[in-house]
């Protein structure tokens, strides 16, 4: 009887951490604001000068 109550308890906290998306999956490493304007760049969401501009006051 207590083997079913463990496994509800745990089905349960399984279920409540899927539901709210928590991952520690790519949190380890969170991206520079230097990748993000490269990323930006290549998606055609900013031109050669504005990101030339940018990558100046980053660095």
């Known amino acids: 009887m207590w083997f079913f109550w463990i496994l509800l308890i745990?089905?349960?906290?399984?279920?409540v951490k899927a539901a709210t998306?928590?991952?520690n999956r790519g949190k380890s490493n969170?991206?520079?604001?230097?990748d993000i304007l490269?990323?930006?760049?290549?998606?055609g969401e900013?031109?050669?000068e504005e990101?030339?501009?940018?990558?100046?006051?980053l660095t």
Do not use: C, M, N, T
């Open 46 to 48: 900013i031109d050669q």
């Open 21 to 23: 998306g928590q991952d």
């Open 30 to 34: 969170p991206k520079s604001a230097l």
């Open 38 to 43: 490269k990323e930006r760049y290549a998606r």
């Open 51 to 57: 990101f030339e501009q940018k990558k100046r006051d």
């Open 10 to 15: 745990v089905i349960v906290l399984w279920g």
